[in-house]
């Protein structure tokens, strides 16, 4: 199962997880001319998209991809902060399944409706994907992960040196985004022994540094893990 990133930040989130069989979008929070561009829509086309949350970095062009036809999964919560029609309503721990990909979404912790992350494992190769972002915590553990795609917004040291920031703003992003040393305190109870990819998502543009964060994680992790930060694009 292989883990792309076509955008990741507070600008716009995407994400591809294709297996060989099955092809998922994880996240729309492009404009849908710029996810087609970036993601070759039409040529090879898309099987589903999962959706975390409503934030528009994550969201933006989930109305046209309903109407384009391709199954948009999303909880309630998040359909309805959208006021979207058409979506595909999932649950917390209700798993699904889209083509080879078994699906279970998990809950999240952000200033949103009802955020969600999801764990997914291909039928085709018996692997194992987490991706989790815009969360303060994770507050399941997953065994036998292959690749982990989570959140590592900020580090708490760079945060106390913007001044300048107003306090609603410092609020925002210490009670909504996954610090660098959380992210890490976690990483520290999983068993990685069959993770070989670690993959660092929505990186903050002022209050994130990414090859100190890359090797923050690398201190952290089985030195067989590959961890790499995904490029803000978009
Ligand atoms: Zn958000």
Redesign the pocket.
Known sequence: MTFTSLASS?HGNAYIVDDGQTRLLLECGLSFRRLKQLAGFGASGMDAVLV??E?R??SRCAAELVRAGLPVYMSEGTADALELDGAEIITDRGQFLVGTIDVVPFRTF???AE?LGFLLRSGVDGEVLVMA??TVSLAYRFPGVSVLALEANYDSAILSRCERMPDKVRRRITN??MEIDTLCDYLRTLDLSNCREIWLLHLSDATSHELHFIHKVQRVVPPWCKVAACPKGG
């Open positions: 507070s975390s949350h934030h970095d994550h952000h200033d949103a955020p972002t815009d909504s985004h």
